[in-house]
């Protein structure tokens, strides 16, 4: 089963040049429905050119993603704090909690797990891009989210002792961007945490067009490699990665999927990945 996506209909598009080196040298990688997929022939980011313009864009995250986003939060919750527990959240934090508890999740969705870090002595804040989803978290769970992007919330420098996004950066135009106005929020003791599709994962390599991330909606699919080349060049430290997810469900038997997610896990080819990252 794929991710949810939506159909691009009349979007208007813009070429692009890679968002890490610059390059303009690409050559094609995968055609999924309208959205064409690039390789940049310099440094290997795989992104799509051309790409919708951010007034369209944001378009698609409307009322029926919202719905998407409300009938699976409890799965994204779950997922979201088994990879918290995988870098052992609790006690990493432990420390920098004494001195500073705000936490950020940007496309924080319904803000399921907003409620949950509330519940354990966090002060909260969301951004969420889709009216619908930001809304119900700010009715039905009291949370303080704002509408539209980071950028348009425009934090205050040094905010947030931790900032987390999972399953954002891939949808966004220029992340190269997004990523600088994380480090120009977060504290110096701080954490950035991220989790993004692994391309280069077991399941990407298979499945290729099939891959249940290669969808419209992702404008990015990174490498381990080529978002440790971004996160370097806007500033940051890697301190630990953890990938999961080996063999697809249905594509092999049972008695084989588990033993294969193990071991993509313990060798990091997973089709999901978590970046735990500070400011260098
Ligand atoms: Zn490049």
């Known amino acids: 089963m794929k991710t949810y996506s939506t159909a691009p209909g009349s979007e208007r598009v813009k070429d692009i040049v890679c968002n890490i080196c610059g390059s303009a040298l ?9 959205a064409r997929f690039v390789k940049c022939s310099r440094c290997g980011l ?26 699976n939060e409890k799965n994204f919750f779950n997922l979201m704090r088994l990879g918290l527990k995988d870098i052992d959240f609790t006690n990493l934090t432990a420390n920098i909690k004494k001195t500073g508890n705000t936490f950020l999740d940007i496309g924080c969705a319904t803000g399921m797990l907003l409620e949950s870090m509330r519940k354990e002595g966090w002060e909260v804040k969301g951004v ?24 348009e919330a425009n934090y205050d420098n040094d905010t947030f002792s931790v900032v987390h996004f999972s399953h954002l950066i891939e949808h966004l135009n220029d992340p190269e961007k ?22 280069n994962g077991f399941q990407a390599r298979i499945l290729r067009g099939k891959w249940r991330s290669a969808i419209p909606d992702h404008l990015y699919l990174f490498s381990k490699k080529t978002l ?9 430290n890697i301190l630990k990665t953890v990938t999961w997810g ?15 997610d193990k071991m993509a ?3 990091g080819f997973g089709d999901v990945m978590l970046v735990l990252i500070n400011k260098g």
């Open 26 to 34: 690409c050559r094609e990688y995968l055609l999924i429905d309208s």
């Open 178 to 199: 997004f990523l600088r106005e994380v480090y120009r929020i977060l504290k110096a003791d701080g954490y950035a945490v991220i989790t993004t599709p692994n391309v």
């Open 46 to 71: 795989v992104y799509q050119n051309p790409q919708p313009v951010f007034d369209d864009l944001k378009r698609r995250y409307s009322e029926e993603y919202f719905n998407y986003e409300r009938i």
């Open 128 to 151: 969420e891009i889709c009216e619908g989803s930001a809304g119900y978290g700010r009715r039905m769970r009291k949370l303080d989210i704002y509408t539209g992007t980071l950028e």
């Open 246 to 260: 080996g063999a697809a469900k249905g594509l092999v038997p049972g008695f084989i999927k588990y033993p294969v």
């Open 228 to 236: 440790y080349s971004l996160l370097k060049l806007t500033g940051f």
């Open 265 to 267: 896990k313990s060798f």
